[in-house]
């Protein structure tokens, strides 16, 4: 089957003011006119987010972002060069052209330019710097293809089918410093990557007033208990099987390629602990478990260590959380 990317179609219903959820690198976007606060406040009812959760937009050329920042910091112009397009979102002071509604009243905006043809050719058609958030319902499993998209979100106006998302993982957010950058979000854009660009800051808080309002400690959840097991002691993965009810049935999620008894299934983020592999498969996998009327709980290997490591691990934790506490 053609899969449906009409791209005239999205651009003109973005300029119209309605809603496009659209491919990037990381995952979908649910996209609307950034400039136009109606369109954007949509976005918040459709994604059912609270209103104090501020979004990225979405460019496709520098000439954007002049007009979307105050700043002439040079450092912008720097990490553009070295990481757009690409999975990093630069915090930076808004301009009067960005409505309340997308900076959640702060005075900074996040802003990024995705590597993806489609997306790049939205913003251009549409003319207009795009507004998006990740396409899931609040708190929910991200999505990396586009029946992601239309599992959860019934009622937008459009969705352009890119295929599977290459990276997999939202994209790092920073904001700068004046003696380097912080990391608000951990993403595919690692503190090893930026620091051959900026300094890391001295001051690990950001002058932003709210570091990162949207970093919940409960988020990108399936609607099933999930755990994260202990890999040091493997006894931990008995003891929750054994604590779970005879008749349901438990998946796990293998990193390292490891197998364990007692599971009706094993998915593998990667067979050999490849990061960037892990990255493409995790949101795949939790929608498919999810979906998967065999599975009751899912019990997922950890994933140490930093950079990708971190981010990969900081979604698995806020997906258990709710399980957990
Ligand atoms: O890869 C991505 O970043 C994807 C694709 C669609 O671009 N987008 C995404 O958006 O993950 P969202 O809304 O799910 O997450 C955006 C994060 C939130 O945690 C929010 O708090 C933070 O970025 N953020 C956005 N604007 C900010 C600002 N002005 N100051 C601080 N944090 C901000
Ligand atoms: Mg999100």
């Known amino acids: 089957m053609r899969k449906d990317v009409d791209i005239n179609k999205a651009a003109q219903i973005i300029k119209q003011g ?49 007009s ?14 070295k990481f757009w397009p690409g999975p990093l979102t630069i915090v930076l002071p808004k301009s009067d052209l960005v409505p309340d509604v997308v900076t959640s009243g702060l005075p900074t905006v996040g802003i990024r330019m995705p590597d993806n043809e489609i997306a790049l050719n939205l913003i251009e058609k549409s003319g207009k710097p795009i507004a998006a958030p990740s396409a899931n319902k609040f708190g929910r499993i991200s ?5 992601h998209v239309k599992k959860q979100l019934k009622d937008i106006d459009y969705i352009l089918d890119g295929g599977p998302c290459k990276v997999g993982i939202e994209s790092t957010v ?17 503190f090893k990557d930026l620091e051959q ?3 890391a800051s ?16 409960s988020h990108y959840s399936p609607e099933k208990p ?15 099987l054994d604590s779970i009810e005879p008749t349901k049935k438990a998946a796990f999620i293998s990193f390292t390629g490891i197998v364990h008894e007692g599971f009706s299934k094993t998915e593998f983020l990667s067979t050999k602990a490849d990061l960037k592999e892990a990255a493409v498969n995790l949101f795949d996998i939790l929608h498919r478990l999810e979906e998967d009327p065999n599975v009751d709980i899912i019990i997922a290997e950890p994933v140490p260590g930093d950079g990708i490591a971190k981010a990969i691990m900081d979604k698995l934790t806020k997906a258990s959380f709710r399980y957990n506490n």
């Open 18 to 66: 309605g809603l496009v959820a659209f491919p990037t690198e990381t995952v979908y976007g649910l996209g609307a006119d950034a400039t136009n606060a109606q369109a954007v406040a949509r976005i918040f009812v459709e994604k059912e987010r609270p209103s104090f959760d501020p979004l990225i937009v979405h460019i496709a050329s520098m000439e954007q972002i002049h």
């Open 202 to 217: 001295k001051t690990k808080t950001s002058s932003a007033p709210l570091a990162s309002p949207g970093l919940l400690k």
């Open 197 to 199: 660009v900026l300094p």
């Open 226 to 240: 999930i755990y994260i097991s202990d890999n040091q002691d493997f006894k931990s993965i008995r003891k929750i």
């Open 68 to 81: 979307l920042t105050t700043t002439k910091d040079n450092r912008v112009t720097e990490l553009a060069k």
């Open 143 to 147: 999505p990396t293809t586009a029946n």
């Open 174 to 190: 920073i904001s700068l410093n004046p003696d380097g950058f912080v990391i608000l979000r951990e993403g595919f854009i690692t």
